[in-house]
């Protein structure tokens, strides 16, 4: 039997530089021995590092921000792939970071809607660019049919689909119909369009890192819902048009004025 990789679809590009660098299993000791190579820095200064699970009851982004450590459990795919955002999209997953740690009481408690929204990206964030405008307005308004099947080559030819989320990285794993992300989208120009991975993947963590530096994204609609099985590539079912009349998943939605 041919091995497949567990991380063959496209959507793990901005991953893919640090998967191949690592076992296809959630080593959190291969993980942490990754940041000792490519040392990170928070905000606050300090070098991150990755460290099992801790006791003594400081909070999860309090502890990054103290100490640089980020608790990460032994052979869970939830924080294997969040310690590898971290070195796919160090600015903003400090950003994150940071604006939880600002938005704290000193014992890290209540959560509240800003806390709420950073999580909901840091879980199931997408960025998605575009050089046309008429492709991210389709999406925006909820029109998978036009955009994913009329449109469909240029939505190859012109979007870009960058996740950030980690959550939405195990989803992939094993993609499940209703797999849903929180995009963001950007505008960008056909130079962009053409730039490496690397040079992509950098530029999308300075746009990220800075919106969310500057206080956007703090109402859950400010997110807008991407079904990602949707997105060509993502599962052989949706070559068929067929596959957007599930109403269930590409729902028509409801948006509120700004």
Request: proline share 9%; charged share 25%; hydrophobic share 45%.
């Amino acid at each position: 039997m041919t091995w497949v990789s567990p991380y063959a679809l496209p959507l793990f590009d901005p991953l893919r530089r640090w998967l191949d660098l690592l076992p296809p299993l959630p080593d959190s000791l291969a993980v942490a021995e990754l940041a000792e190579q490519f040392p990170i820095a928070t905000d606050s200064g300090k070098r991150l590092r990755f460290v099992p699970p801790q006791a003594d009851g400081l909070a999860y982004e309090c502890r990054i921000w103290a100490n640089g450590e980020v608790e990460t459990r032994p052979d869970n795919w939830h924080d294997f792939f969040n310690a590898l955002v971290w070195f796919a999209f160090p600015l903003t997953k400090n950003a994150v970071s940071a604006r939880h740690v600002g938005a704290m009481s000193g014992s890290g408690e209540p959560r509240g809607t800003v806390r709420d929204v950073l999580t909901h990206f840091d879980e199931c964030g997408i960025a998605v660019l575009s050089d046309n405008p008429e492709l991210l307005a389709l999406l925006r308004d909820f029109q998978w049919r036009q955009l994913f099947v009329e449109r469909r080559a240029e939505v190859e030819r012109n979007m870009r689909f960058v996740v950030f989320g980690h959550a939405t990285y195990e989803g992939l794993l094993k993609p499940y119909r209703g797999l849903t992300a929180k995009a963001v989208l950007y505008e960008v120009d056909n130079k962009w369009l053409q730039l490496s991975l690397e040079a992509q993947i950098a530029a999308v963590d300075k746009l990220l890192a800075s919106d969310f530096a500057s206080g956007h994204f703090a109402r859950p609609r400010d997110f807008q819902p991407l079904p990602l099985l949707g997105i060509p590539g993502v599962v052989p079912e949706n070559e068929d048009p067929a596959y957007y009349d599930d109403t269930w998943q590409f729902r028509p939605g409801r948006r509120q004025p700004a």
